[in-house]
C-alpha cells in the first residue's frame, strides 16, 4: 500500500502502480505482452490488505469505512481485457478520481490525529500486511478513545468515561480491556502491567482497578514486580 487518505469517515488506501508498455489481463496475472512477463495482479493484493486494514481498524476499535483503490498512473500503460472494476483506475480517469476526492467533506479531529500517527508509525510496509509495529511509545498520544466516535474520553468519576464528543459513557472496564487490546497491538516488546495501562489510557483515575480489571480478563505471569499479565 502507497497511500492513506483519511477522510472524515472513510479511509482510502491507495496503491499506484506505474507500469509501463501493453498488458494483457489474465486472472489472477498481468501479462507483460512483449516480453510475456507475468505480474501477479496487484488487486487481489490489495484487496488482502484491505481485508487485513479492516481487521487492524476493528481491533483498535475504530469505527471508518475502508474503500481500496489500485491506481494505474503511467499515461503510457495499456491493459487489454481489462475488468470493469470502479475500485480500478486507469491514466484516463486519474483526474475524475482525484475530483471525487477533493469533493469529499473533510473535518478531521484528535481522533483521526491519533489513528493517523497510529498508522504511520505502525510501519505497514508492503503486502502481504502484517501488522508489525515499528512504534514510538513516546511520541504516542495516550488517553482512551470511545468506540462511538473515536474521539478522547475523559473521566466521570471512578467507574466511568464519558465520550468528549457526543457525551456517550461507557464502563471504566470496558475501555481499559480496548486500551489493553490496543497497547498488545502497538507494544509487542512490552508487558502489560498496571503501571503500563495506568500511563497508556491517561484517564483512568484509579490503579487498583486497572489491577481488577487486567486481573479479571488476562493472566498474570511471574512474581512480584516483574509480573505481567498475559
Ligand atoms: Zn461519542
Redesign the pocket.
Known amino acids: 500500500m502507497d497511500t492513506l487518505i483519511i477522510f472524515q469517515k472513510t479511509i482510502y488506501l491507495v496503491d499506484v502502480k506505474n507500469y509501463e508498455g501493453d498488458y494483457e489481463f489474465e486472472s489472477k496475472n498481468l501479462k507483460h505482452i512483449k516480453t510475456g512477463k507475468i505480474i501477479k495482479d496487484p488487486y487481489i493484493q490489495l484487496q488482502r490488505c484491505e481485508t487485513m486494514f479492516r481487521q487492524l481498524l476493528q481491533e483498535l476499535g475504530f469505527h471508518f469505512n475502508v474503500e481500496a483503490y489500485l491506481v494505474y498512473i503511467n499515461s503510457e500503460l495499456t491493459m487489454y481485457q481489462a475488468p470493469q472494476n470502479p475500485s480500478i483506475i486507469f491514466p484516463t480517469q486519474i483526474v475524475r478520481f482525484m475530483q471525487t476526492l477533493n469533493k469529499i467533506p473533510t473535518k478531521l479531529n484528535s481522533g483521526h490525529e491519533k489513528l493517523a500517527d497510529l498508522l504511520i508509525s505502525l510501519d505497514l510496509g508492503d503486502y502481504p500486511f502484517t501488522a508489525k509495529p515499528n512504534y514510538d511509545y513516546d511520541r504516542t498520544i495516550k488517553g482512551v478513545l470511545?468506540a462511538?466516535?473515536h474521539?478522547f474520553m475523559e473521566a466521570d468519576g471512578d467507574t466511568k468515561l464519558r465520550?468528549?464528543?457526543?457525551?456517550?459513557e461507557d464502563s471504566v472496564e470496558s475501555a481499559v480491556i480496548r486500551c489493553v487490546e490496543e497497547f498488545k497491538i502497538l507494544f509487542p516488546e512490552r508487558r502489560v502491567t498496571t503501571t503500563e495501562i495506568y500511563n497508556w489510557c491517561k484517564v483512568v483515575r484509579s490503579r487498583r482497578a486497572i489491577t481488577r480489571i487486567l486481573k479479571k480478563y488476562y493472566r498474570l505471569c511471574g512474581k512480584g514486580r516483574f509480573s505481567y499479565f498475559v
Do not use: E, T, V, Y
Open positions: 470511545s462511538c466516535c474521539q465520550c468528549c464528543k457526543c457525551g456517550l
